[in-house]
C-alpha cells in the first residue's frame, strides 16, 4: 500500500462511486476488507467488499503493502459483481497472491477506501495504525522478479545473517564479534551483493506509508516475484552493514542508513507488543538498548527522504506513533486532506513548538540548501519543509549537547508568523569554507571530486589548510587539536569515550590513509602500517562520523573559535543561543530593527557545546536578549 491515502484523485478512468454507495463505513473503527476470490491465470480478477469493525476483525486479513505506480495506468476486475477500474500494480499483486481454490482476506487501500472522498480518506488516515496492527500479517508485493534473482538474493541475506547472528550469540555484542578476514565467512562475490542492490532500489524502499505499515506489523513478508523473506532480515543485514566495516568492506556500499535510521528512530517509538521487532538477535539488541529519549521531530527527520505523491502525507503517515500526542494525549494534528499542506506544515510547527518534549529540537530540522530556500518570502525562514530530504541534524535527544542549559525552550508563535524568543547572541563568524561533500571525505579516491583526484591531494588536507590560513592561530598545535574535535563534533553520542591522544591518532591516521589513496598509484606502503578494517590503526571512529559532516561548512569565529555551520551560512552572520536548546544556531541580520533575524541553521562551535555561554550569563558576564525569527 504504498501511496495509501496520497492519491487525491481515485485510478484514472473510475467511477467506483456506487460500489462505495453499496458498502458505506459507519462512525468508528470500521473499514472495508477484500474478498479476493480464488482464480488461476487467465482467469478475471473477481473480488466483493465487507465493511469490517477493526477490534472484532482482527487476525482476520492480510494488509497488503505495494507500490500504486501510475494512477493513469488502470484495468477492471469485477468487485461486488460491477466492473471496476484499479491501477495495473495492485492488479498484478492481486493475480500473484490469489489462491486457486480458497478466497483470501486483504486490505488494499487503492479499493478498501474510497479514494474520491477526502471526507472518508481523513478518517481511514486516522485509523491506519490499527489497520495494519490489526492485521495477521503485513506482506508486501515488490513486483514480478523479471531477473530471477529474488532466491539467491534472499537466501545470501539470510545466510549472511544466521553467520553473524550465531558469532553475536558467541561473543556478547556486535564490537567483539572478530573481524571478518580472508577467506571470507560470508560472500564476497560482490554479483551477489548487486542482487541486493537491485532489491534495495526497488520504489517500494522509498515511499514515506510503507515505514509505518512495516513497522506496525506483527509479521511483515516481502515477496519479490514468487520468493519470499521476512522483512525482519533485510533490518538485521542492513544493522550488521552499518555497524561493522568488515561486513561493509566485503558487500560494498548498499545504502542503507536510511533504512537504520527508520528502525531505530520510527520503528522503536511503536508500542505494539506482537511485532517482527524482536524476532532476530541483532534487532532485540537495539530494542534494549534503544534511547528512552524519543521524539516525533526525530521521526519526521527520518522520514524525511521518502517519496509521497501527497506531501501532506510527510506528516499524516506518522500520526499512529504515541510520539504524535500533546501532553493532553490528543494527536499534534489531524488528518485532514480538505486542509492546505502549507496550514498543515505550520500547524504541526506550532504543535512541536508547543509540547516541550518537542521544542527544543524544533529549529534543528530547519535545512536551507539555498539562498533561495533562505529569502523564499511565502514561508518563514524557521520553518521546516517536512518533506525536503534531511540525512541528520546536529541536535539529536540522545547527544551530550547542551549549549542553552537546562531551561526550558517556550518561544512565542506571533500572529504575524515570526517566532520570538529570549536568546544571547555572542560571536559572528568572520570565515566559511568550501562545502564539506560526503563523497570528499571517503577513503575511497573514487568517491573524491575530480579536483582532489586530479591534484592527488585529499580534500581533508584542502579544508585544513585553507581554514588554518583564515584562523591565524597563535598556537598551531591547539588548532589542530581543535580542528580533529570540531570535524568530528566531539563525538555527540559518546563523550568521554575517545581521549585526545586516540582522536589525534585517528586524525592522523585518517589523514595518512588518504594520502595513500591519492598519492601512491603503485601501492607502496610508505609508513609500514596498515589501516584496513579491523587492523589497531584503522580510524574507525572519525571516518563514521565524518558521514555527519555533509553539506556543512568550517567557521572561523571573532573569538577564534571553530566550528560547523550551515551550508548558506556567510561571514557577517551571528551565532546565538538559546537558553533550552541544546545547540547554537546561526542567525542573519534582517532589516534595521535589531532584534529581527533571519534563520540560518544550527552549529556545532568547539568550545560552546557545554554550556559555556549560559554559564556567562549566569555571571553576569553576558545577558540575553529578544530574538526574533522572521
Known amino acids: 500500500m504504498l501511496n495509501f491515502v496520497s492519491h487525491v484523485h481515485q485510478p484514472e478512468g473510475a467511477d467506483n462511486a456506487e460500489l462505495y454507495r453499496l458498502k458505506p463505513l459507519p462512525?468508528?473503527?470500521?473499514?472495508?476488507?477484500?474478498?479476493?476470490?480464488?482464480?488461476?491465470?487467465?482467469?478475471?480478477?473477481?473480488?466483493?467488499?465487507?465493511?469490517?469493525?477493526?477490534?472484532?476483525?482482527?487476525?482476520?486479513?492480510?494488509?497488503?503493502?505495494?507500490?500504486?505506480g501510475n494512477p493513469r495506468n488502470t484495468t477492471s476486475c469485477i468487485c461486488g459483481g460491477r466492473e471496476?477500474?484499479?491501477?495495473?500494480?495492485?492488479?498484478?499483486?492481486?493475480?500473484?497472491?490469489?489462491?486457486?481454490?480458497?478466497?483470501?482476506?486483504?486490505?488494499?487501500?487503492?479499493?478498501?477506501?474510497?479514494?474520491?472522498?477526502?471526507?472518508?480518506?481523513?478518517?481511514?488516515?486516522?485509523?491506519?495504525?490499527?489497520?495494519?496492527?490489526?492485521?495477521?500479517?503485513?506482506?508486501?508485493?515488490?513486483?514480478?522478479?523479471?531477473?530471477?534473482?529474488?532466491a539467491d538474493c534472499f537466501n545470501l541475506v539470510v545466510d549472511t545473517n544466521r553467520y553473524l547472528d550465531d558469532h553475536l550469540a558467541e561473543y556478547g555484542n556486535t564490537v567483539q564479534v572478530p573481524t571478518l578476514i580472508k577467506p571470507y565467512p560470508i560472500s564476497d562475490d560482490r554479483t551477489r551483493w548487486d542482487n541486493l542492490r537491485k532489491l534495495l532500489s526497488l520504489p517500494w524502499f522509498r515511499r514515506v506509508w510503507?515505514?509505518?505499515?512495516?513497522?506496525?506489523?506483527?509479521?511483515?513478508?516481502?515477496?519479490?516475484?514468487?520468493?519470499?523473506?521476512?522483512?525482519?532480515?533485510?533490518?538485521?543485514?542492513?544493522?550488521?552493514?552499518?555497524?561493522?566495516?568488515?561486513?561493509?568492506?566485503?558487500?560494498?556500499?548498499?545504502?542503507v542508513i536510511r533504512l537504520t535510521d527508520i528502525f531505530r528512530d520510527v520503528h522503536l517509538s511503536y508500542q505494539n507488543k506482537e511485532t517482527w521487532r524482536t524476532s532476530l538477535p541483532l534487532l532485540r539488541a537495539e530494542v534494549e538498548c534503544k534511547?528512552?529519549?524519543?521524539?516525533?521531530?526525530?521521526?519526521?527527520?527520518?522520514?524525511?527522504?521518502?517519496?509521497?505523491?501527497?506531501?501532506?502525507?510527510?506528516?499524516?503517515?506518522?500520526?499512529?506513533?504515541?510520539?504524535?500526542?500533546?501532553?493532553?494525549?490528543?494527536p499534534f494534528v489531524e488528518a485532514d486532506y480538505t486542509k492546505d499542506l502549507r496550514d498543515i506544515y505550520f500547524e504541526t510547527a506550532c504543535a512541536i513548538l508547543r509540547h516541550p518534549r518537542e521544542a527544543p529540537y524544533f529549529l534543528s530540522r530547519v535545512k536551507h540548501r539555498s539562498q533561495e530556500s533562505l529569502e523564499d518570502t511565502k514561508r518563514p525562514s524557521w520553518l521546516p519543509r517536512w518533506d525536503e530530504a534531511v540525512d541528520f541534524t546536529i541536535s539529536r535527544p540522545k547527544f551530550w549537547y547542551r549549549a542553552g542549559g537546562n531551561t526550558a525552550f517556550s518561544p512565542n508563535i506571533r500572529s504575524d508568523r515570526t517566532l520570538a524568543a529570549r536568546g544571547i547572541v555572542f560571536d559572528r563568524v568572520t570565515y566559511v569554507s568550501r562545502a564539506i561533500q560526503r563523497r570528499n571525505v571517503?577513503?575511497?579516491?573514487?568517491?573524491?571530486?575530480?579536483?582532489?583526484?586530479?591534484?592527488?591531494?585529499?580534500?581533508?588536507?584542502?579544508?585544513?589548510?585553507?581554514?588554518?590560513?583564515?584562523a591565524q592561530p597563535a598556537d598551531v598545535t591547539q588548532f589542530e587539536q581543535d580542528f580533529a574535535w570540531t570535524i568530528v563534533r566531539s563525538y555527540p553520542a559518546t563523550p568521554?569515550?575517545?581521549?585526545?591522544?586516540?582522536?589525534?591518532?585517528?586524525?592522523?591516521?585518517?589523514?595518512?590513509?588518504?594520502?595513500?589513496?591519492?598519492?601512491?598509484?603503485?601501492?607502496?606502503?610508505?609508513?609500514?602500517?596498515?589501516?584496513?578494517?579491523?587492523?589497531?590503526?584503522?580510524?574507525?571512529?572519525?571516518?563514521?562520523?565524518?558521514?555527519?559532516?555533509h553539506e556543512l561548512r568550517f567557521a572561523v569565529l571573532e573569538s577564534g573559535k571553530l566550528g560547523l555551520v550551515p551550508l548558506v551560512a556567510r561571514a557577517g552572520d551571528w551565532c546565538c543561543v538559546l537558553p533550552g536548546v541544546p545547540v547554537p544556531m546561526i542567525l542573519r541580520k534582517e532589516g534595521s530593527d535589531e532584534t529581527k533575524y533571519r534563520f540560518i541553521g544550527e552549529s556545532y562551535l568547539h568550545g560552546v557545546m557545554g554550556g559555556e555561554v549560559m554559564t556567562l550569563v549566569e555571571k553576569g558576564e553576558m545577558e540575553d536578549g529578544a530574538v526574533v525569527l522572521v
Open 210 to 255: 510503507v515505514i509505518q505499515e512495516a513497522g506496525l506489523a506483527k509479521s511483515c513478508i516481502l515477496r519479490w516475484g514468487v520468493h519470499t523473506i521476512e522483512f525482519a532480515h533485510i533490518i538485521e543485514l542492513a544493522l550488521w552493514h552499518v555497524l561493522r566495516e568488515d561486513v561493509a568492506e566485503i558487500t560494498g556500499p548498499l545504502n
Open 27 to 68: 462512525t468508528g473503527d470500521y473499514t472495508r476488507v477484500l474478498i479476493l476470490h480464488p482464480g488461476v491465470d487467465g482467469d478475471e480478477l473477481s473480488c466483493d467488499l465487507e465493511v469490517v469493525h477493526l477490534k472484532e476483525q482482527e487476525n482476520s486479513y492480510t494488509a497488503l503493502s505495494y507500490v500504486w
Open 84 to 150: 471496476t477500474r484499479i491501477t495495473v500494480n495492485l492488479a498484478e499483486a492481486l493475480r500473484a497472491l490469489r489462491d486457486a481454490e480458497t478466497p483470501l482476506r486483504l486490505w488494499a487501500d487503492a479499493i478498501c477506501i474510497n479514494q474520491a472522498d477526502d471526507i472518508e480518506k481523513s478518517w481511514q488516515v486516522r485509523r491506519i495504525g490499527a489497520i495494519f496492527h490489526s492485521a495477521k500479517q503485513v506482506l508486501v508485493w515488490l513486483g514480478h522478479d523479471t531477473e530471477n534473482i529474488s
Open 496 to 549: 568521554g569515550k575517545i581521549g585526545v591522544a586516540q582522536q589525534m591518532a585517528e586524525f592522523d591516521a585518517y589523514r595518512r590513509l588518504v594520502r595513500r589513496a591519492a598519492g601512491s598509484c603503485d601501492g607502496e606502503d610508505k609508513d609500514g602500517v596498515e589501516y584496513a578494517p579491523g587492523c589497531v590503526a584503522f580510524p574507525r571512529n572519525l571516518l563514521h562520523r565524518l558521514c555527519y559532516c
Open 291 to 330: 534511547s528512552k529519549r524519543q521524539v516525533f521531530v526525530d521521526i519526521l527527520l527520518a522520514a524525511s527522504g521518502m517519496l509521497a505523491t501527497d506531501k501532506r502525507d510527510h506528516v499524516f503517515a506518522f500520526l499512529s506513533s504515541s510520539l504524535a500526542q500533546l501532553p493532553d494525549g490528543k
Open 442 to 470: 571517503t577513503k575511497n579516491t573514487a568517491d573524491w571530486e575530480a579536483e582532489y583526484r586530479t591534484a592527488r591531494k585529499p580534500f581533508i588536507d584542502v579544508l585544513y589548510e585553507e581554514t588554518l590560513a583564515a
